[in-house]
């Protein structure tokens, strides 16, 4: 179905006239649609188009337009049970949402937890081999220095 077939589909294209803001809107409560065209620079052609109430059902095409057709009856009303299944259904959705956030949130402060713990003990464990091996920690420290300022480093370390 091409765009001239959607535009017949419920009767008979409205007649524009005028240029431009000249009663745009004056049929606006017996079109239910009104479709713009660009024909030139300066001036615009409408073109109504008269629909039924069952109104008209609009879908994406794969190359990235739409496909607008008029509903030959009306949709069927949702019973209670379809209500339902809705309401439930979007509940549910909204529901995982939250529980993902939650448990995002609750292994954050686990993982930090955990990294605490190990970095405690990690500087308790250094915080032990320096106290252990205070003389190795002063002998590397000292080798780390040039030769000729090792007697200044004794000086400041005493």
Do not use: W
Request: hydrophobic share 40%; charged share 30%.
């Amino acid at each position: 179905m091409n765009a001239d077939e959607a535009l017949q589909l419920r009767g008979e294209a409205g007649e524009g006239c005028g240029s431009s803001g000249d009663d745009d809107l004056a049929d606006a409560e017996r079109a239910r649609l009104m479709l713009v065209e660009l024909e030139r620079g300066d001036e615009l052609a409408r073109e109504g188009l008269h629909l039924t109430a069952n109104g008209v059902d609009i879908k994406p095409t794969p190359d990235g337009g739409y496909h607008l057709q008029a509903l030959e009856q009306p949709p069927e009303p949702a019973t209670l049970d379809d209500k339902l299944r809705s309401y439930v259904k979007k509940s549910i959705v909204g529901l995982q949402s939250k529980l993902n956030d939650v448990v995002r949130v609750f292994q954050n402060i686990i993982t930090g937890f955990i990294r605490g713990i190990f970095l405690f003990f990690f500087t308790l464990m250094i915080g032990a081999f320096i106290l252990i091996d205070l003389d190795k920690v002063h002998a590397f420290l000292r080798s780390l220095f040039p030769a000729n300022v090792r007697d200044d480093y004794d000086d400041v370390t005493d």
